[in-house]
């Protein structure tokens, strides 16, 4: 295994939805969230669009890597995330949207939040109380406090506390 790199996360928290929606026609479709295959990483390339190497992501044994999809579509990738399970927290390692949910012409919003939350759901069932950790690029710190309600804590390094991650899980994962 290589040396732990923090990379500094620039994903916009466009909109907290129930679960994602569609720009166009403000329907929501319902999500799922499952690992990422060996298999899907001929949909993540570069030469698809997307910004970050998920092989490397993948193939790093200290990271889990899941994908976004719609329920009732789950061969298109809606986002991806990755993170490391720590001893009393998550660390959320990478995070991105699809290319076509991205920018002005983007055909569906919530992605990041929904893939935030799944993160946040994840640190309670394995006993991290919601604890998410991440390493932020300067300009989105405020973003990130306003929207997803994490704590900076200087530098670049960032946690979503329990009572956050709380509102962001109850938000996108219904019980």
Same mark, same amino acid.
């Given at each position: 295994?290589?040396?732990?790199?923090?990379?500094?996360?620039?994903?916009?928290?466009?909109?907290?939805?129930?679960?994602?929606?569609?720009?166009?026609?403000?329907?929501?479709?319902?999500?799922?969230?499952?690992?990422?295959?060996?298999?899907?990483?001929?949909?993540?390339?570069?030469?698809?669009?997307?910004?970050?190497?998920?092989?490397?992501?993948?193939?790093?044994?200290?990271?889990?890597?899941?994908?976004?999809?719609?329920?009732?579509?789950?061969?298109?990738?809606?986002?991806?995330?990755?993170?490391?399970?720590?001893?009393?927290?998550?660390?959320? $390692?990478? =995070?991105?949207?699809?290319? #076509?949910?991205?920018?002005?012409?983007?055909?569906?919003?919530?992605? !990041?939040?929904? *893939? /935030?939350?799944?993160?946040?759901?994840?640190?309670?069932?394995?006993?991290?109380?919601?604890?998410?950790?991440?390493?932020?690029?300067?300009?989105?710190?405020?973003?990130?406090? $306003?929207? =997803?309600?994490?704590?900076? #804590?200087?530098?670049?390094?960032?946690?979503?506390?329990?009572?956050? !991650?709380?509102? *962001? /899980?109850?938000?996108?994962?219904?019980?």
């Amino acid at each position: 295994m290589g040396e732990k790199v923090n990379i500094q996360l620039d994903f916009v928290i466009d909109k907290l939805t129930n679960s994602i929606q569609n720009i166009v026609t403000g329907d929501s479709f319902r999500t799922v969230v499952t690992r990422l295959t060996k298999t899907d990483l001929r949909k993540v390339t570069k030469k698809n669009g997307w910004n970050f190497d998920w092989r490397k992501e993948l193939n790093n044994n200290s990271l889990e890597v899941y994908k976004l999809s719609i329920e009732e579509n789950t061969d298109i990738i809606q986002g991806l995330v990755s993170f490391a399970v720590e001893s009393d927290y998550i660390y959320m $390692n990478l =995070l991105e949207s699809a290319p #076509f949910n991205i920018g002005a012409k983007k055909v569906y919003e919530g992605v !990041a939040g929904n *893939l /935030v939350a799944f993160v946040c759901k994840t640190s309670f069932q394995r006993g991290h109380e919601g604890f998410v950790a991440f390493t932020a690029k300067t300009k989105l710190i405020e973003h990130y406090e $306003n929207t =997803l309600g994490a704590y900076h #804590f200087g530098g670049h390094k960032m946690i979503i506390p329990t009572h956050s !991650a709380k509102i *962001l /899980v109850e938000k996108y994962f219904k019980t």
